[in-house]
């Protein structure tokens, strides 16, 4: 299920401020207008390669969660989807019974939503059928980019694509093992989140050791 992704926001004002003034050449959408914590994000994890299954099934999960909605409001609730959702354990998450679900939709940490919530559960069961076919949810994911991350060389923002035949073959797989919320435009979120591409502006200070790194 496709929802709408506004990870990089809109372009700001000429004259909104810009919260981190280093001298560094940042992507755009994060350093404009934002929080201290969405620059952060940006710095010290968009794009970086991940392998750890649990960090893979929090970012499939808060992607889930921003489908609709701003990437900076999934951001400002992290804490609270981390303390819902049982520090993202998919066996945990997996056995949330009828009554700890009702409970979430109480829970003001999150989005009261409760499709996503009940995904979330659905997703977490699926996950851990992949880990078992495959060894690790790692190990089936990276596969759609060739086990390495792809290097893109974007100029400008307007350049990045929402979807690419990647996450159309990842999305569709995935909807094929039952998953929810992983429609091929939050899949592209997801595959950016988690470094299997790379698509910091070559302007941006992250773009080239990010690069170094994938070869």
Known sequence: MAGKVTRKPAAAP????????????????????????????????????????????????????????????????????????????????????????????????????RLKVESAVTNARCFLAVQEEFGSFDRYAWQFVGGRPRVN?????REVPARTAESDAFSKDLQRRGFKFVGSTIIYAHMQATGMVNDHLVSCFRHAPLARTAR
């Open 153 to 157: 060389r974007w100029g400008e923002l």
């Open 14 to 113: 000429r004259d909104a401020q810009q919260l981190v003034d280093d001298g560094r050449t940042r992507c755009p959408w994060s350093n404009v207008g934002m929080s201290a914590a969405y620059v952060r994000y940006h710095d010290e994890e968009w794009g970086v390669p991940v392998h750890d299954d649990r960090v893979i099934f929090e970012f499939l999960l808060l992607e889930g969660a921003q489908a609709g909605l701003s990437w900076s409001t999934i951001l400002n609730k992290r804490a609270g989807y981390r303390e819902a959702f049982d520090g993202f354990d998919p066996e945990r998450v997996a056995r949330f019974d009828k009554r700890r679900r009702e409970r979430l939709l109480k829970f003001e940490g999150i989005v009261r939503n």
